[in-house]
């Protein structure tokens, strides 16, 4: 009688090769750690001053790191309740918004044309928006000052909107054209044979399609408007116009010796654009890894 050969059990290497590489995935105690400590660093700062306005300035004197005790809210009740805050707050409202508004439909009109339009030049245009991600504002800031004050928008919302679009639109185009290059072709094609317009195949078509690059752009101009210092206090010199970042610096001037409640008037300043920009960080990481992958 022939034996009968029974084949080898599977081998279960794969399996567990398969383990130790998605354990190996999750990393290890060190880079937990390294983790922890950097977010530590980086929310520190924040922490200390949002808790700092919880306090007293003996308690802050006697000792720096404490934390509140008793917990005080008349800093922040003061803060709230100044007609100056709140006017600086519109302030730097309207500023990002006019900002962001501008810094959208100026960069998807132009990041449309260098994407779907051949023309000659189109390589050296882009190149020259690019080429303005390596000129900061702080560069230009004396020949940018001459600017306004000689078109008249010194002391004005609009001497600082203006500017802050300029130098947001090499960023926002550098993100952009790659969305809408990657839209094909052949869909342009049929709504061209739809008998949709260059201009409505742009508003039904092109703009849906990129909204994450749009969210991204946008969401990156609002803070950076929010947070702007050094173009407002060139700009503006009156104190019912200044923004918040001027703000904190006036009003930690004339409160110098009140530590506390310039504590509480900067964590005001600053929690408006912590909150937008934790609420939209996902389509923030979407919209440039898009770009990326475009």
Request: hydrophobic share 55%.
């Amino acid at each position: 009688m022939a034996a009968i050969s029974t084949a080898p059990p599977p081998t279960t290497a794969p399996v567990a090769r398969r383990r130790r590489s998605s354990a190996s995935g999750r990393g290890g105690p060190l880079t937990y750690f390294v983790a922890v400590l950097l977010v530590s660093v980086c929310l520190g700062p924040v922490v200390y001053i949002i808790l700092g306005g919880f306090r007293t300035n003996s308690q802050i004197t006697l000792d720096p790191a404490g934390f509140p005790s008793p917990w005080e809210f008349g800093n922040y009740a003061d803060v709230l309740a100044s007609d100056v805050f709140w006017r600086q707050v519109l302030n730097s409202t309207i500023s990002s918004l006019a900002t962001t508004v501008g810094v959208v439909a100026l960069g998807l009109m132009a990041s449309f044309v260098l994407a779907r339009y051949r023309f000659a030049g189109r390589g050296a245009l882009y190149a020259l928006f690019a080429a303005g991600l390596m000129f900061p504002m702080t560069v230009a800031i004396t020949p940018l000052y001459i600017l306004i004050r000689d078109l008249g928008l010194m002391n004005s919302l609009a001497g600082i909107v203006l500017p802050q679009i300029a130098f947001a639109l090499p960023v926002t185009i550098i993100i952009l054209v790659p969305f809408l290059k990657a839209i094909p072709d052949e869909l342009e094609e049929a709504a061209a044979i739809d008998g949709a317009s260059r201009l409505g195949f742009f508003f039904r078509m092109v703009l849906p399609l990129s909204i994450p690059g749009v969210v991204t752009t946008g969401i990156l101009a609002f803070v950076n408007s929010w947070n702007s210092y050094m173009l407002p206090l060139f700009i503006l010199n009156d104190a019912a116009s200044f923004t918040l970042p001027l703000g904190v610096q006036a009003f930690a001037s004339q409160y110098s010796v009140d530590t506390a409640r310039v504590l509480a008037f900067t964590s005001l300043s600053m929690i408006p654009a912590l909150v937008f920009f934790s609420l939209f960080e996902r389509r923030i990481v979407g919209g440039l890894t898009g770009a990326v992958k475009g």
